[in-house]
């Protein structure tokens, strides 16, 4: 079946360094590919997304884009704050055809604390 | 404002007392969906739905019913629960995603339940 495996965390930085964080998937088809972030406290929400090969999400200063070659999602941003300390999820879409079975399948999540 | 309301936040509990946590939309959406996140595994899809009436089963079924009698809501329920089902909740949704590209899910903030 799909999955997503993406970096284990946590990733610990200082403020306005590079962050990189690592996004492989297993896909049958061609999954749409997503970026999701979690504040501490809240529920997920939409960071990015790519719904083809060679597409490249972005928001917010973070980008990824969509390798069908390399089956990756890698979530870049060039100078991180201190509000971006959160727990990043990658996920792939997973619709059968006919549209009768539709999920994210999500990766475990990295958490990012980003240092003043 | 548009969102994911689920209800309660927060409940601890003991084995086999049956539980609802409800989940409610208001932004029209016909594709509902819960997920629980455990530390190290990430979000996994308990259940979802297509539209009023329209329900199947994810990954992790076992020891949770839902109903969708309504198009805004969409409660899970726990017949029984056991510890194992101790965890974090979202309820989400989204427009139909059936026949074209995935869009956005909408997540609620969380139900923290704790079975005793």
């Known amino acids: 079946g799909n999955s997503v495996t993406q970096m284990e965390g946590p990733v610990t930085l200082s403020e306005e360094a590079f962050l990189t964080i690592n996004c492989t998937y297993t896909a049958t088809g061609y999954p749409s590919l997503f970026w999701y972030v979690q504040y501490p406290g809240e529920g997920l929400q939409l960071l990015l997304k790519a719904t083809k090969a060679d597409d490249k999400g972005s928001n917010k200063g973070f980008e990824a884009t969509y390798r069908k070659e390399t089956t990756s999602f890698h979530l870049e941003k060039g100078s991180v704050q201190v509000s971006d300390s959160a727990v990043y999820f990658c996920a792939l879409s997973d619709l059968k055809s006919g549209g009768s079975n539709y999920k994210l399948t999500f990766g475990k999540g990295t958490l990012l604390t980003v240092n003043p | 404002e548009a969102q994911v309301t689920q209800n309660p936040r927060y409940l601890i509990t003991v084995t086999g007392k049956k539980l609802t946590v409800t989940c409610s939309q208001n932004m029209n959406h016909e594709y509902m969906s819960w997920y629980r996140q455990d530390p190290g595994l990430g979000l996994r899809q308990i259940y979802y739905?297509?539209?009023?009436?329209?329900?199947d089963k994810g990954d992790v079924p076992e020891g949770y019913k839902v109903s969708r009698k309504e198009k805004r809501n969409f409660p899970l329920i726990l017949e029984s629960p056991s510890p194992n089902q101790t965890s974090l909740y979202f309820c989400?949704?989204?427009?139909?995603?059936?026949?074209?590209?995935?869009?956005?899910?909408?997540f609620g903030e969380g139900s923290r339940l704790t079975v005793l």
């Open positions: 989400a949704s989204s427009f139909n995603l059936a026949g074209g590209p995935p869009g956005e899910l909408f």
């Open positions: 739905s297509m539209n009023v009436e329209v329900t």
